[in-house]
C-alpha cells in the first residue's frame, strides 16, 4: 500500500512479451494513511468513505497511467487497454456469501485516461467457487516454470507462494502463507513513523521473542490447508494486540523482531509442509529489498537445500513481477484466455478473468498531464 506500479508491456501475437517502460509513483501520506485505515478495518466499512477513496484512486491510477506514458513519449492511443488490479480493502473468501472489494473506480480510469480498462479481476474465480486469489500463480505458471521444481515467493503486504512442479502445469498450486510486511510496516510506522524498516535494520538490531514467535504462530490461519487467502483486514495491529494483549509491555524492537521472524518462519512451515520437493526459491515483490529478511530465509532454507535468489535471476525485476503479470491478466482477457488456476484458488472450473470498461469518447483537459 505504498504506492503505484506502473508497466507498459507489448505483447505479439504468440503471447510473449516485452517491457517497454515502468514508473513508481508513492501514495501521498494522508492517502496512504486513508487506505491503510480502509483495509484494516474489521467492522463495517464507511460507505461514504469508500466511495469518496473510490475515486481519489481512480485518478491517482489513470494519472500515474497518463504520466508513465507522457515521460516516455508514447501515446496513449497506442495503448490497447489499462489492467488495473485496483487496492484490496476487504477480502473475505470464506464469508457468506463470498466477497473481496477492491477500490480505484475503473469507469473513472477509463473516462479519464480515454484508455479502455480491465479490472475486476478477482469476481469471476469466486463467482466459480473459487478463493479470488491469490492471481499471480497462473502467471508465474506461464512465465516462471521450467524443468525445475521450484517456488515463487512474493512478499508484499500479505506474502504468497507458487508451487511449480516440473512435472506439468495442471500440478501447480499457490496460497498465502500469510503476513508479508504489512504487520512489520504498521509496526515501525506506529513506533518510529517510517513507512517500513529499511533493509530490516530495527529488526535486526534485536533479538525476537520465541515465545511470542510460537503465540502469533498458533493463529488458526497457519493450520489452515489450501487453497487459502488473506490480507491485512485480517493481520494488522489489532490481530496483534488481540493475540497478545501485553504487546505493550514488551521492548517494540524485540516485536518488530519477531514480526520479521513471523514472515520468515510462516514461509518455511509453508514451504517444508506442501513443497519438500522444491528446488530454488526466487523472490519478489518489496520484501526481496529486506535485507535482515532475505539473509534470514537464505539461512532457513540453506538448511533444508533449497537455493533462495531474486527473480532478477529469471529475467524480471522483484519489483515489476506482479505489475507484469497483471498486464498478462489483461492480455488474457481480450484474447479470452482463461487464467485462474483452480489448483490454486479451489474455483471449480477455469475461467477468463476481468471486466472490460470503455474508455471516454475525448480526453478531457483535466486529465491531460
Not at 506500479?5 to 505483447?11: L, R
Not at 485518478?59 to 489499462?82: G, K, M, P
Not at 480493502?89 to 473513472?108: F, K, M, V, Y
Not at 535485507?291 to 527473480?311: K, Q, W, Y
Request: charged letters at 20%.
Amino acid at each position: 500500500m505504498d504506492g503505484v506500479d506502473a508497466i507498459v508491456v507489448d505483447f505479439d501475437p504468440t503471447g510473449r512479451f516485452s517491457t517497454i517502460a515502468s514508473q513508481f509513483t508513492p501514495y501521498p501520506s494522508d492517502l496512504r494513511k486513508a487506505i491503510n485505515s480502509l483495509a484494516q478495518n474489521k467492522g463495517t466499512l464507511d460507505a461514504s468513505i469508500v466511495e469518496k477513496l473510490d475515486i481519489i484512486l481512480a485518478h491517482f491510477y489513470s494519472d500515474a497511467a497518463l504520466r508513465l506514458l507522457a515521460d516516455h513519449q508514447i501515446n496513449h492511443e497506442s495503448v490497447t487497454a489499462i489492467a488495473n488490479h485496483g487496492q484490496t480493502i476487504r477480502h473475505e473468501p470464506n464469508a457468506n456469501p463470498p466477497r473481496s472489494l477492491q477500490i480505484g473506480d475503473p469507469a473513472t480510469i477509463a473516462s479519464r485516461s480515454n484508455i479502455r480498462t480491465i479490472a475486476q479481476f478477482r469476481q469471476a474465480d469466486m463467482t466459480a467457487g473459487g478463493q479470488g486469489a491469490p492471481l499471480m500463480p497462473a502467471f508465474h505458471s506461464h512465465y516462471f516454470r521450467n524443468d525445475r521444481n521450484r517456488i515463487i515467493l512474493n512478499i508484499g503486504g500479505i506474502a504468497n507462494i507458487t508451487v511449480l512442479n516440473a512435472a506439468a502445469e495442471s500440478s501447480t498450486f499457490g496460497f498465502d502463507t500469510g503476513p508479508g510486511n504489512t504487520l512489520l510496516d504498521q509496526w515501525i510506522f506506529e513506533h518510529q513513523g517510517e513507512r517500513y524498516d529499511a533493509n530490516g535494520n530495527w529488526a535486526s538490531s534485536h533479538s525476537h521473542d520465541p515465545q511470542l514467535l510460537s503465540t502469533f504462530l498458533a493463529d488458526p490461519y497457519f493450520h489452515l490447508p489450501h487453497p487459502k487467502s488473506t490480507g491485512p483486514d485480517y493481520f494488522n495491529l489489532e490481530w496483534l494486540n488481540r493475540i497478545f494483549p501485553k504487546l505493550t509491555q514488551l521492548d517494540p524492537g524485540v516485536v518488530q523482531a519477531t514480526l520479521l521472524e513471523l514472515t520468515a518462519e510462516s514461509i518455511r512451515q509453508s514451504v517444508l509442509e506442501c513443497a519438500p520437493a522444491s528446488q530454488e526459491i526466487f523472490v519478489c515483490g518489496g520484501g526481496a529489498h529486506n535485507t535482515h529478511l532475505m539473509n534470514r530465509m537464505i539461512d532457513i532454507f540453506s538448511d533444508s537445500g533449497i537455493r533462495l535468489a531474486v527473480t532478477e535471476e529469471l529475467g524480471v525485476p522483484a519489483d515489476w513481477v506482479e505489475a507484469l503479470g497483471f498486464a498478462w491478466l489483461g492480455y488474457c482477457f481480450d484474447e479470452k484466455i482463461p487464467s485462474n488456476l483452480p489448483s490454486v484458488t479451489g474455483a471449480q472450473k477455469k475461467v477468463v478473468l476481468g471486466e472490460s470498461f470503455p474508455a471516454a469518447e475525448c480526453l478531457s483537459e483535466s486529465a491531460k498531464i
